[in-house]
């Protein structure tokens, strides 16, 4: 009886052992398909313990620079500002005022990639008919292969010049992506370009022909109708207001080096000497910073008010 049982265990093992060598490159497989799901999963969560003003500040730098490594300078750059305007504030103003006037400094290009982003997203919503047209007329052309779809849509070169930019930018993430998180990441990235309602649904379209490989066209036929009629009606309410914007632009820049220029050619002081009482002296530098925040704030309220999206 023993020797039976002993038997049969020997039959069984090797069979196990036979199994697990024929099917041991499978098994490896989804051993290592199992260790990257989980390192992606920690890197998500490490991502999402990130401060949310921390994480809009880096997306918004990365989303206004093509690329990385003018990113990473930016970044640097911001830094030396703030380092900087801190010195030179320590020495007019104290500790507590020179840290709020180089907090100030730093958030003052970050303003200006805001409104330069604004700029973008205005235009580029206007792009939506001709976009979501044309990656239509792909994705149908490519059998339904999304992914083909934007690569032709990107190479047409049709009237949407800064969402072909985004749309490469995209293509070459959904390319390096190794899961659905990645790959929902990069469209997370691509919406947050536009900020409009339009964007989130095409997003959602591309989305689920690249994880299912569903029929969407339907869906992007609807979101190319619906804009039409959006752009119908945000015509007919839009309000220019060019005229504060270049007055803003161009007369405030104007007006301060006009006045320089009357000091020095009418009131006899020397050019130096403005510098000096400009940049070293506590009451001539805290109302130059003053004057650049408000005129950069002036810009961005300007270009909020006057500037209208196309979205439904």
């Not at 103003?93 to 604004?118: C, D, H, N, W």
């Not at 059998?143 to 009237?159: C, F, P, Q, R, S």
């Not at 990441?185 to 309602?197: H, I, P, W």
Request: include cysteine; charged fraction near 20%.
């Amino acid at each position: 009886m023993k020797a039976d049982l002993l038997v049969d265990f020997g039959i069984y093992f090797l069979f196990s052992v036979g199994c697990i060598l024929l099917l041991w490159r499978n098994i490896e497989l989804l051993i290592q398909r199992f260790r990257l799901r989980h390192r992606l999963n920690v890197s998500v969560r490490q991502k999402r313990k990130m401060p949310p003003v921390i994480e809009n500040y880096i997306q918004l730098i990365f989303e206004s620079f093509s690329k990385e490594q003018t990113a990473y300078l930016f970044i640097i750059s911001e830094c030396m500002i703030f380092i900087l305007s801190y010195i030179l504030s320590y020495r007019n103003f104290g500790p507590i005022k020179a840290l709020v006037i180089a907090v100030i400094s730093f958030l003052m290009p970050v303003l200006f990639l805001f409104t330069r982003l604004e700029k973008k997203r205005t235009k580029a919503s206007f792009e939506g008919i001709s976009l979501c047209s044309e990656l239509l007329r792909q994705y149908k052309m490519c059998g339904l292969n999304m992914y083909e779809a934007i690569e032709k849509t990107v190479k047409a070169e049709g009237d949407y010049a800064v969402s072909s930019k985004w749309l490469a930018r995209l293509l070459m993430r959904l390319r390096s992506a190794c899961g659905p998180l990645e790959l929902r990441d990069a469209l997370a990235r691509f919406e947050y370009s536009y900020q409009t309602s339009w964007a989130h649904m095409l997003t959602q379209c591309i989305r689920i022909a690249l994880e299912d490989g569903s029929d969407v066209s339907k869906g992007i036929a609807h979101i190319a109708s619906e804009l039409k009629d959006a752009e119908a009606l945000i015509e007919k309410r839009k309000v220019l207001n060019s005229e504060a914007s270049r007055m803003t632009l161009f007369m405030v820049p104007i007006m301060y080096v006009s006045c320089m220029v009357i000091a020095v050619l009418y009131l006899g002081v020397s050019p130096s000497h403005i510098i000096v009482n400009q940049l070293l002296n506590p009451t001539g530098y805290l109302l130059f910073l003053l004057s650049a925040f408000l005129f950069l704030v002036n810009m961005l309220l300007v270009s909020v008010v006057s500037g209208y999206r196309l979205d439904y």
